[in-house]
């Protein structure tokens, strides 16, 4: 059968494939169409093999809501920006979203499992392959999350680089609550919160913190409080670990701040042997006690979302949760989610010219 340029066209707006495969689809399934869809569809799962091991850490999160108490996000890589930002990628996108919405899946490969909400004769992970063929690039659905609540709030940064969901609990959905919730999805996105609250961290965590706080401070005498470092200095100097150089530097810079700046490497390295040596001592101390608090107590309001302050702040003090109980007091954050395009994928770093040198056989 004479495969005509009509059944080509028509063949490439069906699927979206390039040209030549619909070409070759249409001459090898004798200008049967259907077949000839099943024909790159095939093709299309030998291709999508080929691309899976290609680092996919582009893409974009997309967020969807239902009756205002429901909403998913979704986070789908392709390999590059370029793609990220096509359209029928981003129309993919936003039906997987869909699926997740409607899904009771626990994972990904449960979703991909599922059957494709907009063609019941196939599977989410069908689609996918037949995405990559069109594409041309590996694509993968990496997570998805749902929350549901009395009132939910999504935004989405940057063309799709961040998605957030917030999920409230005690309060109708007022214009004002519904404000509020977005502002703090907002929060969210920019300030990258890990716990709702301090009452949300383990106490093996916040020992951890306190472990580590403790560790760096001993390993850096310079910001200890002024007590113990001149102790310190005091059994450096009786104990002859300074070089006479250092020891010169210290007489003449002692009231200095900047102390540190003119003592050796090897001056500071001992101050660090004393402290250690000293540890238990000095992590009894109630100056260093506080020093200690008040650090991992910095750390808990940088990571925990109501201790956080407000962005938006008049003050500058105000925090998430002082912000929220202006507005209701009843209103209580339940969950929310953070979703970073790309996140915590190690990039492979790609050389455009040798790329194109290399494909040219140069």
Same mark, same amino acid.
């Given at each position: 059968?004479?495969?005509?340029?009509?059944?080509?066209?028509?063949?490439?707006?069906?699927?979206?494939?390039?040209?030549?495969?619909?070409?070759?689809?249409?001459?090898?399934?004798?200008?049967?169409?259907?077949?000839?869809?099943?024909?790159?569809?095939?093709?299309?799962?030998?291709?999508?093999?080929?691309?899976?091991?290609?680092?996919?850490?582009?893409?974009?999160?997309?967020?969807?809501?239902?009756?205002?108490?429901?909403?998913?996000?979704?986070?789908?890589?392709?390999?590059?920006?370029?793609?990220?930002?096509?359209?029928?990628?981003?129309?993919?996108?936003?039906?997987?979203?869909?699926?997740?919405?409607?899904?009771?899946?626990?994972?990904?490969?449960?979703?991909?499992?599922?059957?494709?909400?907009?063609?019941?004769?196939?599977?989410?992970?069908?689609?996918?392959?037949?995405?990559?063929?069109?594409?041309?690039?590996?694509?993968?659905?990496?997570?998805? $999350?749902?929350?549901?609540?009395?009132?939910? $709030? /999504?935004?989405?940064?940057?063309?799709?680089?961040?998605?957030?969901?917030?999920?409230?609990?005690?309060?109708?959905?007022?214009?004002?609550?519904?404000?509020?919730?977005?502002?703090?999805?907002?929060?969210?996105?920019?300030?990258?919160?890990?716990?709702?609250?301090?009452?949300?961290?383990?106490?093996? /965590?916040? $020992?951890?913190?306190?472990?580590?706080?403790?560790?760096?401070?001993?390993?850096?005498?310079?910001?200890?409080?002024?007590?113990?470092?001149?102790?310190?200095?005091?059994?450096?100097?009786?104990?002859?670990?300074?070089?006479?150089?250092?020891?010169?530097?210290?007489?003449?810079?002692?009231?200095?701040?900047?102390?540190?700046?003119?003592?050796?490497?090897?001056?500071?390295?001992?101050?660090?042997?004393?402290?250690?040596?000293?540890?238990?001592?000095?992590?009894?101390?109630?100056?260093?006690?506080?020093?200690?608090?008040?650090?991992?107590?910095?750390?808990?309001?940088?990571?925990?979302?109501?201790?956080?302050?407000?962005?938006?702040?008049?003050?500058?003090?105000?925090?998430?949760?002082?912000?929220?109980?202006?507005?209701?007091?009843?209103?209580?954050?339940?969950?929310?989610?953070?979703?970073?395009?790309?996140?915590?994928?190690?990039?492979?770093?790609?050389?455009?010219?040798?790329?194109?040198?290399?494909?040219?056989?140069?």
């Amino acid at each position: 059968m004479a495969i005509t340029a009509g059944m080509v066209k028509e063949l490439r707006e069906l699927t979206g494939a390039g040209m030549m495969e619909c070409k070759k689809a249409l001459t090898e399934t004798d200008g049967n169409m259907d077949a000839a869809v099943e024909f790159l569809k095939k093709s299309g799962a030998i291709k999508a093999e080929k691309k899976a091991t290609r680092v996919a850490a582009e893409g974009i999160c997309r967020v969807i809501t239902k009756d205002g108490k429901t909403a998913a996000v979704v986070e789908v890589n392709s390999e590059t920006d370029f793609v990220a930002k096509n359209e029928k990628f981003r129309t993919f996108v936003d039906a997987v979203a869909e699926q997740v919405l409607g899904s009771d899946a626990a994972d990904v490969d449960a979703l991909l499992a599922e059957k494709w909400n907009a063609d019941a004769t196939k599977t989410v992970n069908d689609e996918l392959v037949g995405q990559i063929a069109v594409i041309g690039e590996n694509l993968k659905i990496r997570r998805f $999350a749902k929350l549901s609540g009395d009132v939910i $709030a /999504t935004y989405v940064h940057g063309e799709g680089r961040i998605g957030v969901l917030v999920a409230a609990n005690g309060v109708e959905a007022s214009d004002a609550v519904k404000e509020a919730l977005t502002n703090v999805a907002m929060q969210i996105a920019a300030m990258n919160p890990e716990y709702i609250s301090r009452a949300d961290i383990a106490e093996a /965590t916040l $020992a951890k913190m306190k472990e580590i706080t403790i560790e760096s401070a001993l390993n850096d005498p310079a910001t200890l409080p002024k007590p113990i470092l001149n102790d310190l200095i005091q059994k450096a100097l009786t104990g002859n670990l300074w070089s006479a150089e250092d020891v010169a530097a210290y007489e003449e810079q002692k009231n200095n701040k900047y102390l540190f700046n003119f003592l050796s490497d090897a001056a500071k390295a001992a101050l660090v042997e004393l402290a250690m040596a000293d540890k238990e001592t000095i992590v009894a101390n109630k100056i260093f006690g506080g020093l200690v608090e008040g650090r991992v107590s910095k750390q808990v309001n940088e990571i925990c979302l109501l201790e956080q302050t407000y962005v938006k702040a008049e003050d500058g003090k105000q925090t998430v949760g002082k912000y929220l109980e202006s507005v209701d007091k009843a209103l209580k954050i339940a969950d929310f989610v953070r979703f970073a395009t790309g996140e915590g994928i190690e990039k492979k770093e790609e050389n455009f010219a040798e790329e194109v040198a290399k494909q040219m056989g140069m």
